[in-house]
């Protein structure tokens, strides 16, 4: 078993990211954000507060939304993690990557990848979610630039789309 | 962060062991929403990590005719997330729908709530108001406890060296029996409760008295309480709003709240008062019925 092991130092770790099976060292001590982006060189995934407020390391793990700065690397062996590196399907956006950029509800853009993720989450629990469900799912995610309004819009935008390419995807 | 040793455990018996070899100098990790950021900061600083949510007892989640029984490594996800659990232990799933934020409930966990025995954990006045009892287990054998007996100060709590909780087990729901929890605070999410407020009641045949009430207070006093004297004084007596102004009148008087940066003693024990009587109101509705949709934060 992976992720196992006693002795300090170093350990392997399995984990499954975007798809692709991968090994990584880790010491016990270090996050899921960190051997992301540190190890993995998957730096698409953010830091902001790094104690679990701001929502900015936003990651999926066994489909749940998590903050990768509240997960040691080693409790995630054997999990499936996907980063905002996995959304796009080769080079299309998607719906909510898409809606994010027409609606410009990003300034500095360091809360998008988090806040992508959280979305992604809420859609596939709740395709066609009302405002105050966007605004509830969204709420562990902060973003100083845009008033959030536009953020919103884009969550409303990205369920539209989905939703007709769903349909069109059935006729 | 500082260096420590991780093991993963797949049964009790590990667990209660390992935490006996590295006495004093373990801790017990599930969500880990606590225990990462209070190691980031310093606060806490194992030489062992002991992750325990693997193992099955922590993980069971079962609603049976004798009650409900939740592993203490149970996140707060699969608790909101099970409708018939939610219906008939309401106000459980209203206190774990608000802690932390979604990213948090899927990793935050019952037993990691009651354990950082936080004065404002929101989980734990709902776990007192649905009369909640703890199952431990150490190295002397298992014992059982009401949760309102389990945290004795700010981040204290009656664990003994080589204990850990188990599960939380909960009786059945009486007929006619509803229950809420809410907090105060000045938004509507991700925040720590100013007052926070559980309550469970049971009414009679014709839906119009009280045949018992409980309630659990957060947030105003060292830890959280059941105010014994509000159940006593509302036992028996007609469900209206002398009953319960009168029950935020005894909550008040039962409480110790300091004044810190998220409110003053005076308006924690104001606000006590008029979150007992909501909260109250909102457990009666159920309790009949009624349509009482509550809407998270409102």
Redesign the interface.
């Known amino acids: 078993m992976t992720?196992?092991g006693?002795?300090?130092g170093k350990r392997i770790v399995q984990i499954t990211v975007n798809g692709d099976t991968t090994e990584f060292l880790c010491?016990?001590?270090?996050?899921l954000l960190e051997v992301l982006r540190n190890t993995l060189e998957l730096t698409g995934t953010k830091e902001g507060c790094?104690?679990?407020?701001c929502?900015a390391c936003?990651v999926l793990?066994n489909g749940?939304?998590?903050?990768s700065?509240?997960?040691?690397a080693?409790?995630a062996?054997g999990a499936e993690v996907r980063t905002i590196e996995g959304v796009a399907r080769g080079s299309h956006l998607d719906e909510v990557q898409s809606a994010f950029l027409e609606g410009a509800a990003l300034q500095c853009g360091i809360c998008t990848p988090g806040f992508i993720m959280?979305a992604e989450?809420l859609l596939a629990r709740n395709p066609q979610p009302t405002e105050?469900e966007i605004?509830?799912?969204l709420?562990?995610?902060l973003c100083r630039c845009t008033g959030y309004d536009k953020i919103v819009r884009a969550v409303q935008r990205a369920a539209q789309l989905r939703q007709a390419a769903q349909q069109n995807g059935r006729s | 962060?500082?260096?420590?040793?991780?093991?993963?455990v797949a049964t009790l018996d590990e667990a209660v062991q390992l935490l006996e070899q590295h006495r004093g100098k373990a801790r017990l990790?599930a969500g880990?929403?606590d225990l990462?950021?209070q190691?980031?900061?310093g606060r806490h600083t194992p030489e062992f990590?002991i992750?325990v949510k693997k193992i099955a007892e922590l993980n069971r989640l079962d609603l049976a005719t004798d009650g409900l029984y939740v592993g203490a490594a149970v996140p707060c996800?699969r608790i909101t997330g099970h409708t018939e659990l939610s219906r008939q232990y309401a106000a459980l799933s209203d206190s774990c729908c608000i802690i932390?934020?979604?990213?948090?409930q899927?990793?935050a966990t019952l037993g990691g709530n009651l354990c950082n025995s936080g004065p404002a954990a929101d989980s734990i006045p709902a776990m007192i108001a649905l009369g909640g009892s703890c199952l431990i287990r150490g190295p002397a054998g298992s014992r059982e406890l009401p949760i309102e007996s389990f945290c004795t100060a700010p981040s204290k709590n009656v664990l003994q060296a080589g204990e850990l909780v188990v599960e939380i087990r909960f009786p059945p729901r009486a007929p006619r029996s509803g229950s809420h929890y809410r907090r105060m605070i000045p938004r509507?999410?991700?925040d720590i409760a100013v007052v926070g407020v559980g309550a469970s009641v049971e009414l009679d045949e014709s839906l119009s008295h009280f045949v018992s009430v409980r309630v659990g207070l957060g947030a105003v006093a060292p830890t959280p309480l059941l105010a014994g004297a509000v159940a006593d004084a509302l036992a028996g007596q007609p469900v209206n709003g002398s009953s319960f102004a009168r029950a935020a009148e005894i909550a008040r008087q039962s409480i110790a709240p300091i004044t810190d940066m998220r409110g003053t003693r005076e308006y924690r024990i104001h606000a006590t008062g008029v979150m007992v009587q909501r909260v109250l109101e909102m457990a009666v509705a159920r309790a009949r019925g009624e349509d009482a949709n509550y809407?998270?934060?409102h």
């Open positions: 992720g196992w006693v002795g300090m010491e016990p001590r270090q996050t790094s104690n679990g407020n929502g936003t793990m749940l939304p998590v903050v700065c509240l997960v040691l080693v409790e062996a959280q989450a105050e605004r509830f799912y709420a562990g995610n | 962060m500082h260096n420590f040793e991780y093991q993963a990790l880990g929403t990462i950021d190691m980031r900061i990590v992750d996800y932390g934020g979604i990213q948090i899927s990793r509507n999410e991700m809407r998270v934060g």
